[in-house]
């Protein structure tokens, strides 16, 4: 079973909320691709609609948006996405992950593309009970 630690930035605000998806909704999150928007009933935010905007396996290998596939390849870079430069016209092997969500992401960054009914406060908080005789 897969499971995702999703980063929710609200564009709005400037805050980011760390919400864990899994089941069925971390499934259909798989073969998505960086710039793509989908539904936030995949994280639980009804309403609203998410652009994904990259992430991170499990050894902390960015994702990169313009390299198509799932797979680590080893890039030779400068200072961009990945690798920044310690010096200028530097230039290093990098591993970096392509643009495709697979079973080895485990971080999703997300920016919320439209906003839904509720705020992401109240669409995350958990429901309290008040007691009916107080």
Same mark, same amino acid.
């Given at each position: 079973?897969?499971?995702?630690?999703?980063?929710?930035?609200?564009?709005?605000?400037?805050?980011?909320?760390?919400?864990?998806?899994?089941?069925?909704?971390?499934?259909?999150?798989?073969?998505?691709?960086?710039?793509?928007?989908?539904?936030?009933?995949?994280?639980? @935010? !009804? &309403?609203? =609609?998410? *652009?994904?905007?990259?992430? $991170? %396996?499990?050894? +902390?290998?960015?994702?990169?948006?313009? @390299? !198509? &596939?799932? =797979?680590? *390849?080893?890039?030779?870079? $400068? %200072?961009?996405? +990945?690798?920044?430069?310690?010096?200028?016209?530097?230039?290093?092997?990098?591993?970096?992950?392509?643009?495709?969500?697979?079973?080895?992401?485990?971080?999703?960054?997300?920016?919320?593309?439209?906003?839904?009914?509720?705020?992401?406060?109240?669409?995350?908080?958990?429901?309290?009970?008040?007691?009916?005789?107080?």
């Amino acid at each position: 079973m897969v499971e995702f630690k999703t980063i929710v930035n609200d564009v709005k605000t400037g805050k980011s909320f760390n919400i864990a998806v899994s089941g069925h909704h971390a499934n259909s999150l798989i073969g998505k691709n960086i710039g793509e928007i989908v539904d936030g009933i995949f994280v639980g @935010l !009804p &309403g609203y =609609k998410l *652009k994904i905007t990259g992430g $991170s %396996d499990g050894n +902390g290998t960015p994702m990169r948006a313009d @390299l !198509p &596939g799932n =797979k680590r *390849k080893k890039l030779l870079l $400068s %200072d961009s996405t +990945g690798f920044h430069e310690k010096y200028p016209g530097q230039r290093m092997r990098i591993a970096i992950r392509g643009s495709t969500i697979s079973s080895e992401i485990v971080q999703v960054n997300m920016a919320v593309a439209e906003y839904g009914p509720k705020t992401i406060e109240e669409s995350l908080a958990p429901e309290v009970e008040t007691p009916a005789g107080s």
